[in-house]
C-alpha cells in the first residue's frame, strides 16, 4: 500500500504532465511568434537610429529657423522693423513637437538597454493623463487669472493714473 508521500508526488506528476500537454495543445493549436535573441542588439540600433532621427531633426529646425529668419522671436521691440511676422513660420511647429517626440523615444529606448521597462495599466495611464491634463488645465487657469488680474490692475493703475494726470492738466 501507497504511503501519504508517494500518493502526493503521484498527483503532483499528473498535474505536471496535464499542464504539459495542455500547454503543448495550446501550442498546436495558435501560432506563437518566438521571442528575438538579439533584443539587445536590436535596442541599441534602435537607440541609435532615434538619436540620428533626433540629431536631424535638430539640424532641419535650424534651417528652417534661418531660412525664414524666426530671429524676430527673440529680438528687441527696437530690431522688430527688420522682421516681418506672417503665417508661414507655424511651419517650425512641426518639428518642435516632433523633436519632443524623438527625445522622449530616444531616451526611452536608451533606459530599456539598461533596464527592462515594466509594462503598464491601460486604464491607469488614461486616468492618469487625463487626470493630469484637467489639473493643469484649472492650475494654470487659476495662477494665470490672479497673475493676469493682479497685472492688470497695477499697470491699469499705473497707466490711469499717468494718463489721468496728463489729460486732467490740459
Same mark, same amino acid.
Given at each position: 500500500? $501507497?504511503?501519504?508521500?508517494?500518493?502526493?508526488?503521484?498527483?503532483?506528476?499528473?498535474?505536471?504532465?496535464?499542464?504539459?500537454?495542455?500547454? $503543448?495543445?495550446?501550442?498546436?493549436?495558435?501560432?506563437?511568434?518566438?521571442?528575438?535573441?538579439?533584443?539587445?542588439?536590436?535596442?541599441?540600433?534602435?537607440?541609435?537610429?532615434? $538619436?540620428?532621427?533626433?540629431?536631424?531633426?535638430?539640424?532641419?529646425?535650424?534651417?528652417?529657423?534661418?531660412?525664414?529668419?524666426?530671429?524676430?522671436?527673440?529680438?528687441?521691440? @527696437?530690431?522688430?522693423?527688420?522682421?516681418?511676422?506672417?503665417?508661414?513660420?507655424?511651419?517650425?511647429?512641426?518639428?518642435?513637437?516632433?523633436?519632443?517626440?524623438?527625445? @522622449?523615444?530616444?531616451?526611452?529606448?536608451? +533606459?530599456?538597454?539598461?533596464?527592462?521597462?515594466?509594462?503598464?495599466?491601460?486604464?491607469?495611464?488614461?486616468?492618469?493623463?487625463?487626470?493630469?491634463?484637467?489639473?493643469?488645465?484649472?492650475?494654470?487657469?487659476?495662477?494665470?487669472?490672479?497673475?493676469?488680474?493682479? +497685472?492688470?490692475?497695477? @499697470?491699469?493703475?499705473?497707466? #490711469?493714473?499717468?494718463? #489721468?494726470?496728463?489729460? #486732467?492738466?490740459?
Amino acid at each position: 500500500m $501507497a504511503t501519504k508521500k508517494q500518493l502526493n508526488k503521484k498527483i503532483e506528476l499528473l498535474e505536471r504532465q496535464s499542464v504539459k500537454q495542455e500547454v $503543448a495543445k495550446h501550442k498546436s493549436n495558435y501560432i506563437h511568434i518566438p521571442k528575438p535573441k538579439g533584443l539587445t542588439i536590436g535596442k541599441f540600433f534602435l537607440t541609435i537610429f532615434l $538619436a540620428f532621427l533626433s540629431t536631424m531633426n535638430f539640424l532641419l529646425i535650424k534651417l528652417i529657423w534661418n531660412h525664414f529668419n524666426l530671429g524676430y522671436v527673440f529680438a528687441k521691440d @527696437s530690431e522688430m522693423i527688420n522682421y516681418v511676422i506672417e503665417g508661414i513660420h507655424l511651419i517650425v511647429l512641426y518639428p518642435l513637437v516632433s523633436q519632443f517626440i524623438l527625445i @522622449s523615444l530616444t531616451v526611452l529606448s536608451f +533606459v530599456s538597454l539598461f533596464k527592462k521597462l515594466k509594462s503598464y495599466d491601460e486604464e491607469g495611464l488614461i486616468c492618469g493623463l487625463i487626470g493630469g491634463l484637467i489639473f493643469g488645465l484649472i492650475v494654470g487657469l487659476i495662477s494665470g487669472l490672479i497673475v493676469g488680474l493682479i +497685472v492688470g490692475l497695477i @499697470s491699469g493703475l499705473i497707466f #490711469g493714473l499717468i494718463f #489721468g494726470l496728463i489729460r #486732467g492738466f490740459d
